[in-house]
């Protein structure tokens, strides 16, 4: 399907949902729509979605929800280059995530905050963020969520100059990386292929 098709899909979907007035479908689809515009390159369009999917969950008091939807607004502020915001919104999202004792959430809130800050004027505090994102990827053993940090801490340790240290750290999640992926590949092939769910 096309992305383009796929947006009218969506969209016609949201429609639906607002007319039989069914408030987790809308949630949903308001979700889906800030995905496919993020896609498509186009934040300010993502942000007037994710804005949407949030205010539903605030709403409805679904904080785990609430949590996902600021930190989905945080990359597509990021997108747009708006630092202040890239900032703000993951740091409620965290702030959700330790409250609830989510370790996936609190990482990935934790990574954006790291690339988030790469970009401000205080890029030292991303490298702080990056090695607290890693150290919680590393405790729960989610190795893509390591490879990532490593290469994120490794470009922000190459903006600073450290290039030595740069080189370490993407190497290091090279070599994750591709045990992940062959850990993948064997799994298919043990199981008759598929995907990993």
């Given at each position: 399907?096309?992305?383009?098709?796929?947006?009218?899909?969506?969209?016609?979907?949201?429609?639906?949902?607002?007319?039989?007035?069914?408030?987790?479908?809308?949630?949903?689809h308001?979700?889906?729509?800030?995905?496919?515009?993020?896609?498509?390159?186009?934040?300010?369009?993502?942000?007037?979605?994710?804005?949407?999917?949030?205010?539903?969950?605030?709403?409805?008091?679904?904080?785990?929800?609430?949590?996902?939807?600021?930190?989905?607004?945080?990359?597509?502020?990021?997108?747009?280059?708006?630092?202040?915001?890239?900032?703000?919104?993951?740091?409620?999202?965290?702030?959700?995530?330790?409250e609830?004792?989510?370790?996936?959430?609190?990482?990935?809130?934790?990574?954006?905050?790291?690339?988030?800050?790469?970009?401000?004027?205080?890029?030292?505090r991303?490298?702080?963020?990056?090695?607290?994102?890693?150290?919680?990827?590393?405790?729960?053993?989610?190795?893509?969520?390591?490879?990532?940090?490593?290469?994120?801490?490794?470009?922000a340790?190459?903006?600073?100059?450290?290039?030595?240290?740069?080189?370490?750290?993407?190497?290091?999640?090279?070599?994750?990386?591709?045990?992940?992926?062959?850990?993948?590949?064997?799994?298919?092939?043990?199981?008759?292929?598929?995907?990993?769910?």
């Amino acid at each position: 399907l096309h992305s383009h098709d796929h947006v009218r899909w969506l969209e016609a979907a949201l429609t639906a949902a607002c007319r039989l007035e069914d408030r987790a479908a809308e949630a949903r689809h308001l979700a889906s729509l800030g995905n496919r515009y993020t896609e498509l390159g186009q934040p300010h369009r993502a942000v007037e979605y994710y804005g949407q999917w949030l205010r539903i969950a605030r709403e409805d008091g679904n904080r785990r929800v609430e949590a996902q939807a600021l930190g989905s607004l945080g990359i597509a502020y990021k997108n747009l280059g708006d630092t202040r915001r890239a900032i703000e919104h993951p740091e409620q999202a965290l702030a959700i995530h330790r409250e609830t004792g989510d370790r996936l959430g609190e990482a990935a809130d934790l990574a954006n905050l790291g690339i988030a800050y790469r970009r401000s004027p205080d890029p030292r505090r991303g490298i702080e963020y990056l090695e607290q994102a890693l150290g919680i990827h590393r405790e729960i053993g989610d190795r893509r969520g390591q490879a990532a940090d490593l290469g994120n801490l490794g470009c922000a340790h190459n903006d600073l100059g450290g290039t030595e240290q740069a080189i370490a750290l993407l190497e290091e999640a090279l070599v994750i990386d591709q045990r992940a992926r062959n850990c993948a590949q064997d799994w298919r092939s043990s199981s008759g292929g598929g995907d990993i769910v």
